[in-house]
């Protein structure tokens, strides 16, 4: 852990150079995230659903599939 100081770059506020966000006003400060917007687009058509649409994309695959075993087997 660093005890340096550096300042805000939105503000001016003097902060820690380990800090993330400025104290003051909020700001991020520091290295930028290393992922952009545009990465978004690199992942899979299931990697962008919410955690509720897989949620839901599951119950209904294994309700069809629960369906089929039944119909089949009852016949």
């Known amino acids: ?3 340096g100081t550096g300042s805000c770059p939105r503000c001016g506020i003097t902060i ?3 800090a993330k966000f ?3 006003c909020g700001s991020p400060v ?4 290393s992922h952009h917007e545009h990465d978004r687009d690199r992942l899979s058509w ?3 659903r ?11 695959i294994a309700a069809v599939i629960i ?9």
């Open 1 to 3: 852990m660093s005890n």
């Open 16 to 18: 820690g150079t380990d």
């Open 22 to 24: 400025c104290s003051q």
């Open 30 to 33: 520091g290295e930028p995230p």
């Open 46 to 48: 299931w990697e962008r």
């Open 50 to 60: 919410p955690g509720w649409e897989k949620a839901l994309i599951l119950v209904l």
């Open 67 to 75: 369906a089929i075993i039944y119909f089949v087997f009852q016949g």
